[in-house]
């Protein structure tokens, strides 16, 4: 057989298979179609987007993988069908920290796939109050950075929102330096979040050392101001903001630390059941007194639950008075869990479970 003839056996093969994918999506999405049908007749409301159930069938893919596409390819393909098939009913709204071309709009994105009706917002707060306003069914926001720490508005708001942790995205962080300029020398002054110029810090320094850094709200917010502005203007974002505002990019992957990685929160309303491999946290407080804090940690230990995060927050009740974001493996409703919060509920002079969810499918 030919070169020529192996080609083309071949795809026919593709060709073949294409039909048969075609045909197995389609009957997927039928399925779908009936399962929301059911739970309509049943007298469900709301969406029907059910974040444990996607978790369980995105680890069963990765489980199955064979290769040779590699399991992140994998579920992203998988993350996709998915999404189309519940936007059948009615696209899920999800609110994140815009504008366009942010890396909370990739990790919203990775999370629930293209087939979302997206609502950019200019600031943390206000991805809480369209989800708690019921004008999006859920939110993204950043939450704590590999390089930076965590990011305290979102813990902040979490003190006076009833909203629940529902998810959590981890990505990794490639950060660019966009400029219509052809030379660093030519650049005068350059905008960005905060928390990118604090992780691009050691090569500003070294590269534009005498340039003005201006703070804006978001990154992509960066990317757009960089492209109304002269040449002598730059911004530090990623390839998404680059390709929305088309501002070409100078220097790739300026970042420090080259596992830069940020992880978002997905926030909701409803309760989330578990997964099988679940995250869950806790804001609690303790009165200011010796041991208080032990006193807090010890049912954890008791009850052989493993703390993987705590962090601390002024409680705006009154002088030096902290309160605790605590997560833990494992979800509320898991025994030694259950038996580690009713515990702990009893030491804490505030006590609240801001939701247990699933970690993150890669």
């Avoid at 293209?114 to 993204?140: H, N, Q, T, W």
């Avoid at 070409?248 to 300026?254: C, G, T, Y």
């Avoid at 970042?255 to 940020?262: A, G, Q, V």
């Avoid at 008791?302 to 997560?327: A, C, H, K, L, Q």
Wanted: aromatic fraction near 6%; charge should be negative; charged fraction near 25%.
């Amino acid at each position: 057989m030919s070169e020529a003839d192996r080609l083309q056996a071949l795809r026919e093969q593709i060709d073949a298979l294409d039909r048969q994918l075609q045909t197995l999506i389609s009957e997927r999405a039928r399925c779908a179609q009936q399962v929301g049908a059911i739970k309509q007749a049943a007298g469900a409301t709301g969406n029907f987007y059910r974040p444990e159930r996607e978790a369980q069938v995105l680890r069963r893919v990765i489980e199955a993988n064979q290769g040779p596409l590699s399991s992140e390819e994998m579920a992203r393909l998988f993350r996709e069908i998915m999404s189309a098939c519940l936007a059948l009913e009615e696209p899920l709204k999800i609110a994140f920290l815009g504008p366009e071309g942010t890396f909370t709009q990739a990790a919203a994105l990775k999370h629930f796939g293209k087939s979302i009706r997206s609502i950019p917002l200019r600031a943390i707060d206000e991805v809480f109050r369209e989800v708690e306003a019921g004008s999006a069914d859920y939110g993204v926001v950043p939450v704590e950075n590999s390089t930076e720490g965590v990011v305290n508005h979102t813990l902040d708001m979490f003190l006076q929102s009833p909203l629940r942790i529902c998810g959590e995205v981890q990505m990794r962080i490639n950060h660019h330096l966009l400029t219509h300029t052809a030379e660093l020398t030519a650049i005068r002054r350059i905008y960005s979040h905060r928390q990118s110029l604090a992780q691009c810090r050691e090569w500003l320094d070294a590269n534009l050392p005498r340039v003005e850094q201006i703070e804006v709200s978001s990154n992509g917010e960066a990317a757009l101001r960089v492209g109304n502005e002269a040449n002598d203007a730059a911004a530090i974002a990623g390839q998404g903001a680059a390709d929305i505002y088309q501002v070409p990019i100078l220097v790739r992957n300026i970042e420090d630390e080259p596992n830069n990685t940020t992880r978002f929160l997905i926030i909701g309303a409803q309760p989330i059941a578990p997964s099988g491999d679940d995250k869950t946290a806790l804001l609690v407080a303790s009165l200011n007194r010796s041991g208080a804090l032990f006193k807090l940690l010890e049912p954890l230990a008791r009850n052989n639950v493993s703390m993987t995060r705590i962090e601390s927050r002024p409680s705006r009740r009154g002088m030096w008075d902290y309160v605790f974001f605590i997560d833990l493996d494992g979800h509320a409703q898991d025994q030694p869990v259950a038996n580690a919060l009713a515990e702990l509920r009893e030491q804490a002079s505030l006590f609240r479970v801001l939701g247990s969810y699933p970690k993150g499918v890669l």
